[in-house]
């Protein structure tokens, strides 16, 4: 599925992991949420389901999905790396959730990552 999501700016204090990598570490808190399909099928698909209560998807469209997103209002802990254009955050395991201070992960997710697209 092509989505956007947008981020504004990431910033937070460089620290060095077990393994010798520095990464940075982020407090987030989600104050909202945008969504904007990017093909036919998705927009589609979403007022077939009537995605956050919207009928009117459009490709290209943003719409404002805070109210039916249960990450808003959220405080979440992890670390991040950018690394040629690919934005990589912490891997969560059981232990390492992110959602306290203490339960930041500690190692890298190389696995799920995000590319710069422009």
């Not at 990431?10 to 104050?31: F, M, P, R």
């Not at 990017?38 to 719409?63: H, M, P, Q």
């Not at 201070?101 to 799920?112: G, M, S, V």
Request: proline share 3%; glycine share 6%; hydrophobic share 30%.
């Amino acid at each position: 599925m092509e989505i956007v999501h947008e981020i504004l700016t990431i910033s937070g204090n460089k620290v060095t992991l077990s393994n010798g990598e520095v990464v940075t570490q982020i407090d987030d808190l989600t104050t909202g949420k945008f969504t904007t399909p990017l093909r036919n099928d998705v927009a589609i698909y979403f007022n077939d389901i009537s995605k956050c209560g919207i009928t009117t998807w459009e490709v290209g469209v943003t719409r404002d999905v805070s109210q039916c997103n249960e990450m808003v209002g959220t405080h979440t802990y992890d670390i991040y790396q950018i690394k040629n254009n690919r934005l990589y955050s912490g891997l969560e395991t059981e232990a390492n959730d992110g959602e306290t201070p203490e339960a930041r992960p500690d190692e890298l997710n190389y696995e799920d990552y995000l590319v710069r697209q422009r």
